[in-house]
C-alpha cells in the first residue's frame, strides 16, 4: 500500500481565512476545543459565531468571551466556514433542516468524523466545499496540547471541492486547530469511517468475548473471581501493555515481560490459524460497515435510545452482558472490594 502524505504547518496558509465568517456549530467535547485553538492562533473573534441551542455548553461559550447564536437558519446564512461539531446521530436532522437550506453556495463544511458523509447522509450542495478534519483525540487534550505548543493525530481530506479552494482551506483549519503542529494524515471519509467502525464492530467486539470465554474457561478450573478480575484487567496491566506497544511497538514491548511469557506469546501468536478470524472480519467490513448495513440497522433503532429502561436497546445489551460468568464476577467482586478500588 501506498504511504499516506503527511502534512505539516508549512504546507498551510492561514491567509485563506482571512475575512471569513467561521460558525461552528457546537461547543462541546470537540467545539469548545477547536474554536478556542482557531481563535488562539489569530482568527479574529469577530469572524467567530458559536451556533448552539440555548443550554450550558452555549453558557460555556458566552463565558469564554464568544458571540453566541441561537437562531441556527441565521448563523447559516452568514458562515464562510461551518464546522460541524454536534453529536452524529443529530447532525442530518440539525443539519438537513435547520443549515442547510440558509448555506452560501460557497460555504465550506467541515466534519470531524467521516460516517455522515461516507453514508451520504447531509444534504450538500454540489458548489459546496466538504472537508474532514478529524481529531484522534478527545477534545480536552487538542486544547491542552495545543496550549501547550504541540500538536496531536489528525485525519485531514477533502470529500467534495465545489470551489476548487476546498484543499487550502482544509489544511489552513487544521494549522488553525493545531492539527499540522505534530502533522495531519491525508485520509478519506471511507477510510475513517472503515476503520472507526470495524474497531467497534469487529475488534473490539471480539476481544470482549475473548475476556469472557478465558474468563469462564478459568472460573471453571477453579481460579476465584477476585484473582481472575486482578489478573486480567483490575491490575491495569492490559492498560500499560497497550501504552508500551504505543510508544515501542506493539511486538517490541513484549520485552518487557519474562522470558516465558515472551516465548509463550510469541510462539502461541504463531501457531494460531488466522484464517477463521479474517474471514469473519472480512464479512464485517465489506457486508455490514462498507455496504451501509449497520448504519441502516443503527438509524432504525436511534429513536429508541432515548427511552428509559429495558426500551432502550444499549439497556438491554448491557443487562445481558452482566449476566455472563464475567459480568457476575466483576459486580461481586467490586461489591466486595468496595472503597479498595
Ligand atoms: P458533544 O457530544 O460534545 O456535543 C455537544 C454539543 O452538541 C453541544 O454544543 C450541544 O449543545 C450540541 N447538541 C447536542 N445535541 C444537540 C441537538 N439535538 N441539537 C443541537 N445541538 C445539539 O460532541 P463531540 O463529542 O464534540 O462530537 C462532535 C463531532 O466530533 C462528532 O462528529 C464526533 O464524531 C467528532 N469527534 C469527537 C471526538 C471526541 O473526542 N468526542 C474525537 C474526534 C471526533
Same mark, same amino acid.
Given at each position: 500500500m501506498p504511504s499516506a502524505k503527511i502534512y505539516y504547518d508549512?504546507?498551510? @496558509?492561514?491567509?485563506?481565512?482571512? @475575512?471569513k465568517i467561521v460558525v461552528f456549530l457546537g461547543f462541546g467535547n470537540q467545539g469548545a476545543a477547536q474554536a478556542q485553538n482557531l481563535r488562539d492562533s489569530g482568527v479574529p473573534n469577530d469572524k467567530i459565531v458559536i451556533a448552539n441551542r440555548p443550554d450550558s455548553y452555549a453558557e460555556d461559550a458566552k463565558s469564554r468571551g464568544f458571540n453566541v447564536e441561537h437562531d441556527f437558519p441565521k448563523a447559516a446564512k452568514v458562515a464562510d466556514i461551518l464546522f460541524l461539531l454536534i453529536p452524529d446521530q443529530v447532525q442530518p436532522r440539525v443539519f438537513n433542516e435547520e443549515f442547510a437550506p440558509s448555506l452560501k453556495p460557497d460555504v465550506a463544511i467541515v466534519v470531524a468524523s467521516g460516517y455522515n458523509v461516507y453514508y451520504k447522509l447531509l444534504n450538500f450542495k454540489p458548489t459546496q466545499d466538504v472537508v474532514m478534519v478529524a481529531p484522534r483525540m478527545i477534545g480536552s487534550s487538542v486544547r491542552s496540547l495545543f496550549e501547550k505548543g504541540k500538536g496531536f493525530p489528525c485525519f485531514v481530506s477533502v470529500e467534495q471541492d465545489g470551489t476548487h479552494k476546498g484543499f487550502p482551506i482544509a489544511l489552513a483549519l487544521s494549522l488553525a486547530i493545531g492539527a499540522t503542529k505534530a502533522g495531519a494524515i491525508a485520509s478519506s471519509a471511507r477510510e475513517e469511517t472503515a476503520m472507526d467502525l470495524f474497531a467497534e464492530q469487529a475488534l473490539w467486539p471480539n476481544i470482549i468475548l475473548l475476556f469472557k470465554e478465558a474468563f469462564g474457561v478459568l472460573q471453571e478450573a477453579g481460579c476465584s473471581d477476585e484473582a481472575l478480575c486482578y489478573e486480567m484487567w483490575m491490575s491495569k496491566e492490559p492498560a500499560e501493555i497497550f501504552e508500551r506497544a504505543a510508544e515501542e511497538g506493539f511486538i517490541t514491548q513484549l520485552k518487557h515481560h519474562s522470558t516465558v511469557s515472551q516465548y509463550g506469546q510469541l510462539n502461541g501468536a504463531l501457531k494460531l490459524d488466522g484464517s477463521t478470524i479474517r474471514s469473519h472480519f472480512k464479512e464485517i467490513l465489506y457486508n455490514r460497515v462498507l455496504n451501509g448495513k449497520f448504519q441502516r440497522e443503527f438509524s432504525a433503532i436511534e429513536a429508541d435510545?432515548?427511552?428509559?429502561?429495558?426500551?432502550?436497546p444499549l439497556n438491554k445489551l448491557y443487562t445481558e452482558h452482566g449476566k455472563s460468568e464475567l459480568g457476575e464476577a466483576e459486580s461481586r467482586v467490586r461489591a466486595r472490594l468496595a472503597g479498595l478500588l
Open positions: 508549512t504546507d498551510a @496558509d492561514l491567509g485563506v481565512l482571512s @475575512d435510545l432515548e427511552k428509559e429502561g429495558d426500551a432502550n
